[in-house]
């Protein structure tokens, strides 16, 4: 099993090396609400799904219900990639993916909690691919949240979901050399898609084994999971229409005023290394401690927010005074 995360790392690689030279595949156009300038080939998640396809099932029994059902969001969502498929039929696969996983995995759990995780598995398919818009900020959330499942499933005693995360990392880890900024090739949804549904299924995967409390994958992926939330909840109450491509998560107003993508990043880096880190290190903490620790993070994210959206208002003010 140790050499699934090398090979997968290498498969991701040597496929990401010919899908930038290659002309045939669709690009990511510019336009009003894009963070980049020149086109850039939108399907690098190819590389992704195909290491991961091809290491699992190689090294890891008892995945194939994950990587069928991710495949299958993996050829709509390149389907959709080249061709726009209508939002309602990608939420339809999205939702049946959810309930697939559910019924066959979990059959016994009472029919309100398997709807809570429906939902939260078709929000977490969504909202990776609402956080895929700046250069290796996806890959990046792949590389730390994967690694974190990693590491906790190791505590856990479970090698088999140990290795596995771990080769989703090193897939990840390979596609930043192609995606950090400035960036060569996008993961678009073929790529982010299915990492989302991923995330969310061992994320359930894991607590009904008992490896770890609910929490733990929220806190994990919190970086991406309370800024996609946020601004969701926030375009809605502003009667926007929220379900909309627009260019107003944190992440892409830091990049829009001057943080860039390359700081940007790193930032987030910082940030998903710290959820992440905490997340492990409380695995075996009392209870007490998860639920102080919990609500800080709560009054971080709070304030983190509040600082950004004064200084977003504030650069839209000095942006109309200076078009005035």
């Known amino acids: 099993m140790y050499l699934a995360p090398p090979l997968a790392a290498a498969i991701c690689l040597a496929l990401l090396f010919l899908l930038v030279r290659s002309r045939s595949l669709p690009k990511d156009l510019p336009n009003e609400r894009s963070l980049h300038s020149t086109p850039v080939s939108r399907s690098g998640g190819l590389a992704l799904v195909c290491a991961i396809a091809l290491t699992g099932p190689l090294f890891f029994y008892g ?13 709509v969502s390149f389907a959709d990639d080249w061709r726009s498929l209508p939002s309602l039929l990608r939420l339809a696969t999205h939702l049946l993916a959810a309930l697939a996983l559910i019924y066959y995995m979990m059959p016994d759990l009472p029919r309100p909690v398997a709807a809570l995780l429906v939902l939260t598995i078709v929000w977490s398919t969504n ?93 994990t992926f919190s970086p991406f999971i309370v800024d996609a939330t946020l601004t969701l909840a926030q375009r809605a109450a502003r009667g926007e229409r929220f379900w909309q491509a627009h260019r107003e998560h944190y992440y892409q107003r830091l990049v829009r005023m001057g943080l860039g993508h390359r700081r940007t ?8 290394a710290a959820t992440g880190i905490c997340a492990w290190s409380l695995l075996r903490a009392p209870a007490f401690a998860q639920q102080l620790t919990l609500a800080l993070w ?18 839209i003010a000095r942006k109309q005074h200076d078009s005035a």
């Open 63 to 75: 995945v194939g219900t994950w990587l069928s059902l991710g495949g299958a969001l993996a050829l």
């Open 127 to 219: 909202l990776y691919n609402f956080m895929d818009g700046a250069d290796g900020l996806a890959g990046g959330m792949t590389l730390i949240g994967f690694g974190t499942y990693a590491a906790a499933a190791s505590t856990a005693g479970d090698a088999t979901l140990a290795w596995f995360a771990a080769s989703v990392s090193a897939a990840a880890m390979a596609f930043l050399v192609f995606n950090f900024h400035p960036a060569r090739i996008f993961m678009g949804d073929i790529g982010s898609i299915p990492l989302g549904f991923l995330a969310a299924a061992i994320g359930v995967y894991g607590w009904h084994s008992g490896y770890w409390p609910a929490w733990f994958p929220l806190l």
């Open 265 to 272: 990043a790193l930032a987030e880096y910082v940030l998903m």
């Open 298 to 315: 709560a009054v971080i994210y709070l304030a983190l927010a509040a600082l950004v959206d004064k200084k977003w208002a504030l650069h």
